[in-house]
């Protein structure tokens, strides 16, 4: 099942996404989308619908984050062998971990603001990963079944911020926009390998990122596995998973993101997202 989240910002409300592609409503049975669709008895009633005859939404209807009220956003970087060699560098002996501050979270299509003074935002098509059920020193031959779905998130990154200035990656992770996720939250049950899905992203409709989850250093039931030993996982938590090579930190000349950039990207089987880049004006 691919749910979704529509509406104005701060008011959306739950939908489905039918066998044509199209919104249907789900608000007779739930408000939104949240850590407690994911209990039994919830998820249950959905997946009990007849998608077909619930009412159609209208198609200028925005789309918003897939996922509301998540506790935690987590992300693995250089997760990808190439594209740790196209940044310098070296693989990872186990997964590298950061966080975006949940303040980043962003609708799919909504515009990206590039923070005042940003030289060196970048884009990275990735993997997302939402948890479904409490995990806390689980076993990676579990770990999938803890994960309610997947979704497509663009981990954009302010470079200088993340990298030359002093501290840890999270504040250029995290600046306001700069974690669009969706369209789709898909169910597990649609995703029987997560580590055979194709992603890409297009800036200004030239490919930039062509690739992979066959090719991630660590799978996602090796990261949720990893991350239950140091946290407790909770339903609704988002985990990045890592990003293909052709970010724009790898190009040479590098090459990043300028007002008037339109960034285009998806996932098999997820949908798309689209993003205008406009200048901060705050």
């Known amino acids: 099942m691919k749910l979704v989240r529509y509406g104005e910002k701060g ?9 044509e592609g199209r919104i249907r409503q789900l608000v007779d049975f739930i408000d ?7 209990h039994p008895k919830n998820l249950d009633r959905i997946l009990e619908q007849d998608i077909e005859g619930l009412p159609i939404v209208k198609t200028e209807e925005r789309i918003g984050p897939c996922i509301a009220g998540s506790q935690k956003f987590l992300a693995i970087g250089l997760n990808y062998a190439d594209h740790a060699a196209e940044t310098g560098a070296t693989p990872p002996s186990e997964p590298i971990l950061f966080t975006k501050h949940l303040s980043c979270i962003n609708g799919p299509n909504d515009d990206v603001i590039l923070p005042r003074g940003s030289q060196k935002s970048d884009w990275e098509v990735e993997l997302g ?10 076993k990676e031959g579990q770990a999938l079944d803890y994960v309610a779905g997947y979704c497509v998130i663009n981990d954009i990154s302010e470079r200088e911020y993340q990298m030359e200035r002093q501290g840890q ?3 250029g992770k995290s600046c ?17 390998d997560p ?4 992603l890409w992203l297009d800036l ?4 930039m990122q062509s690739g992979t989850t066959a ?23 988002i985990i990045a998973t890592g990003t293909p090579p052709g970010v724009g930190l790898g190009k040479k000349p590098p090459r990043f993101l300028k007002p008037g950039d339109v960034m285009t990207l998806g996932i098999e089987g997820m949908g798309e997202q689209r993003q205008k880049v406009i200048a901060d004006q705050g």
Not at 32 to 38: A, N, R
Not at 176 to 192: K, M, N, Q, S, Y
Not at 215 to 237: C, H, K, Q, R
Request: aromatic share 10%; charged share 20%.
């Open 11 to 19: 008011k959306e409300r739950a939908g489905v996404i039918d066998a």
């Open 32 to 38: 939104d989308i949240t850590p407690e669709t994911f």
């Open 129 to 138: 990963v939402i948890i479904g059920k409490t995990a806390k020193y689980i």
């Open 169 to 171: 990656w999270v504040k």
């Open 176 to 192: 306001d926009t700069f974690g669009p996720i969706g369209p789709w939250l898909v169910t597990a049950d649609e995703v029987p």
């Open 195 to 198: 580590q055979n899905l194709k």
């Open 204 to 207: 200004n409709g030239e490919r």
């Open 215 to 237: 090719t991630m250093i660590f799978g996602v039931a090796e990261i949720v596995a990893y991350l239950s030993n140091f946290m407790t996982l909770l339903p609704g938590d």
